[in-house]
């Protein structure tokens, strides 16, 4: 059979259609079952079971929670049991850690308040109480497509063909992808969503927005020391290992029965191509005042996640005729408070409301202008405005003045409600921020220890990724010679070194090297996607069930 004759897909008819089972995609599922228990919901999930694919630092301010499941504490089921105690802000020298005075954090700034665990096992609790409410829930089944009717309006998705070989063509074990209708269907994707960026192009919904902005975020979860654990204690830093003109910084989580999660994020607005995120953190680990944290611990999981961090200016338009994007798919996260759970779950509640409103009229597949005209006045865009200038002064000022910057400014929105900075633009996209190698020189990186800090291949092991072996490369590079010429003759294969799975290798064949994809280390971070320096590669989903399978994260 040729995919010329594959047969019709079969069709299941629904008020709405949900594509993504995190924490927006989950919390509009279930706020539409509040709404009204008669609709008819169903969330399309791309990893093998709720929460495979999801990843957090994740300290979970709980004002998402508290309007969903008002009474979510007393629920001996749900996941999060850590309130943070002590909250710890340093700036980072190569040998040591000052610890900035509390006094000078802007009150948005305080996390005591706020919990800390799984973002992964919060979603599959969600995703239990969303199936008590009927919502129907189908993980591993990748939404591949979206479809329009005769008019142009969006109608739902298919998702993915399963038993595809490598060559294209059907195998024996070839299954025809389903048809999800829906009167109106909400894109939940996260960070650089596929289907969300095609819906972005044709609507032309950024249109008004900056560019979007992104960060990678990479973490790994330890049980360390019982003696070492201090429950409830959290801390950020920037600086070492990043120079003065890097963004980015840590995180170190202590929770639950002797956990810590400890990550580090890069901005990928950075500019030297020889520049590894993954090594940046390792380096981080090995740092006095951070190393004898894990001396005598066991890692257990890696991952790693692009993250939406273009905030308010960056937000595209949110509907278009027959749905909207939620949560990260749109870029809710708050930058200086690396946390964008509360406002995922707060879009998805807001775009319940209002598709649940229009039902209610008798409308479908129409415009949800009210959601979009709703969002800047809601909590979610109250929450981004006071912070909407950190990120472009760290980006145009450095580390040093940029962050003071940011800080001085969020003080005055807070204080005054305004900003002498008015509201500051991004720039260039991510994409186009890399220098030729020629203007850097390479960086030689400490070989890992293997108890602290490791290498990517054992890093991956961890995250239980796996892709079924015979089927397409989803990771699609539009034109190879470009990616020789450009890629590699220019920016000296910056692709080997911002992937943190081992994915893109150059392989010296002879006198013309080769470009290799290992698509099998997938962690579906999608970093490729957004830093490849000639938008060269685009990330689109493997066969459904694909990818890491991260069990606590």
């Keep these: 059979m040729s995919t010329e004759e594959l047969p019709p897909r079969e069709s299941m008819e629904f008020d709405v259609v949900i594509v993504g089972a995190g924490p927006s995609g989950l919390s509009a599922a279930i706020r539409l079952k509040q709404l009204n228990a008669d609709l008819n919901v169903v969330v399309v999930e791309k990893g093998s079971e709720v929460g495979a694919h999801i990843l957090s630092g994740a300290v979970i301010d709980p004002a998402g929670l508290d309007k969903l499941i008002p009474d979510w504490r007393d629920d001996s089921d749900c996941p999060l049991k850590t309130q943070v105690k002590d909250d710890r802000f340093y700036w980072m020298t190569g040998g040591g850690a000052i610890k900035l005075p509390g006094f000078l954090m802007p009150p948005l700034m305080d996390n005591h308040h706020c919990y800390v665990g799984s973002l992964g096992n919060v979603c599959r609790w969600l995703a239990r109480k969303a199936e008590a409410l ?53 894109f939940a994707e996260g960070a650089r969503g596929s289907l969300t960026k095609q819906l972005i192009n044709k609507f032309a919904l950024d249109a008004k927005s900056e560019p979007p902005k992104f960060g990678i975020g990479l973490k790994e979860v330890w049980q360390i020391d019982p003696a070492k654990h201090q429950k409830g204690l959290i801390q950020h830093s920037f ?71 273009g905030g308010y200016q960056s937000v595209p338009k ?97 204080l005054f409600g305004a900003s002498l900075f008015g ?85 010296e064949e002879g006198t013309s090297p080769r470009f290799q994809i290992n698509a099998q280390n997938c962690v579906h971070c999608k970093t490729c996607d957004v830093k490849d320096p000639n938008g060269n590669i685009t990330w689109v989903p493997p066969e459904g069930g694909g990818g890491p399978n991260y069990e606590a994260m």
């Excluded at 809710?332 to 209610?360: D, Y």
């Excluded at 015979?470 to 910056?494: C, I, R, W, Y």
């Design 318 to 414: 949110l509907c278009f005729p027959g749905g909207a994007l939620i949560g990260c798919a749109a870029g809710f996260v708050n930058v200086p408070r690396i946390k964008g759970v509360h406002n995922a779950m707060g879009t998805g509640m807001l775009a319940a409301e209002h598709v649940a409103a229009a039902l209610a009229a008798d409308r479908a597949n129409d415009e949800l202008v009210e959601y979009e005209n709703a969002w800047r006045s809601s909590s979610v865009g109250k929450d981004l405005f006071l912070v909407r200038n950190v990120k472009p002064l760290w980006s145009k000022f450095g580390t040093v003045l940029g962050v003071a910057l940011g800080g001085f400014d969020m003080w005055c929105n807070t």
């Design 134 to 186: 009927g919502v129907e829930i189908y993980p591993g089944f990748a939404a591949a497509e979206v479809l329009y009717d005769e008019d142009g309006k969006v109608k739902g998705i298919a998702t993915g063909d399963m038993g595809i070989g490598r060559d294209g063509k059907p195998k024996d074990s070839f299954t025809r992808g389903m048809e999800l209708l829906g009167k109106y269907t909400l």
């Design 239 to 309: 600086g070492w290992p990043l120079d003065l003109k890097t963004g980015g910084g840590s995180f170190l989580y202590h929770y639950d029965d002797n956990l810590v999660a400890v990550g580090f994020v890069v901005h990928l607005n950075y500019d030297d191509p020889y520049l590894s995120p993954f090594d940046e953190f390792q380096r981080f680990k090995t740092h006095p005042s951070i190393r004898g944290v894990f001396e005598g611990g066991k890692r257990l999981a890696y991952g790693a996640r692009a993250i939406t961090e």
């Design 423 to 507: 509201t500051q633009s991004h720039g260039k996209p991510d994409r186009a921020t890399l220098d030729p190698a020629k203007s850097h020189a390479p960086k030689n990186y400490p070989k890992p220890d293997g108890k602290i800090s490791f290498d990517k291949l054992s890093s991956v092991f961890l995250s239980n990724t796996n892709h079924e072996e015979d089927q397409p490369v989803h990771l699609k590079v539009a034109d190879m010679n470009l990616q020789k010429t450009s890629e590699h003759d220019v920016f000296a294969g910056p692709s080997n070194r911002y992937c943190p799975a081992g994915v893109y290798e150059w392989v």
